[in-house]
């Protein structure tokens, strides 16, 4: 499948064009049906993680059923934006760059990696045991779901945090 800017640059769109603040559970929420759906449409299992007062995490594996984890990718759902800055600054590009709440922390990650799955080669996929998890709560230091996720890293041999670069290129 070839890349397209403009579509993936749509697929963002509504991502960043939300509140979803951490503790913000309603914007959160949306943020995981939203990304729980592309995954089902993969035909990868999808947990829903009960995070407390943060809302919702997800688990999502190819292989639910495999007792390790090749790789696992982590990001998060939540933002350090109040509410009402979705509407105020809704997402615009240049040919440079994307603006917008949580573009690059952490949304544009977020996407890359289903974009990454879904272009995998099948025999790699085939060989891999995958699990990608995404937090509601990292912006406040993981307080609710910190407990599940040491739960599944610890059977992974490799785990990749999907945060983009900072803006020098220093790695988060």
């Known amino acids: 499948m070839s890349f397209s800017l403009n579509n993936y640059l749509e697929e963002l769109r509504p991502l960043i064009n939300l509140d979803c603040g951490t503790l913000t559970v309603d914007g959160i929420d949306v943020v995981a049906t939203t990304m729980a759906q592309k995954y089902l449409d993969l035909g990868w299992n999808v947990k829903r993680i009960d995070c407390d007062i943060a809302g919702t995490g997800l688990e999502v594996r190819n292989k639910p059923q495999a007792d390790h984890i090749d790789v696992m990718l982590i990001g998060h759902m939540d ?3 109040p509410v009402g800055t ?38 790699a996929l085939d060989a891999l045991s995958i699990c990608v998890c995404m937090n509601p709560d990292e912006e406040i230091g993981s307080l609710h779901s910190e407990t599940w996720l040491k739960s599944v890293a610890v059977n992974a041999k490799h785990v990749l945090v999907a945060e983009a670069a900072r803006a020098d290129g220093s790695l988060v």
């Open 86 to 123: 979705a509407a105020a600054r809704p997402m615009t590009h240049d040919n440079e760059r994307a603006y917008g709440p949580g573009v690059s922390d952490m949304k544009s990650g977020l996407l890359s990696v289903v974009y990454a799955l879904r272009d995998l080669d099948p025999t």
């Open 79 to 81: 933002t350090v934006f």
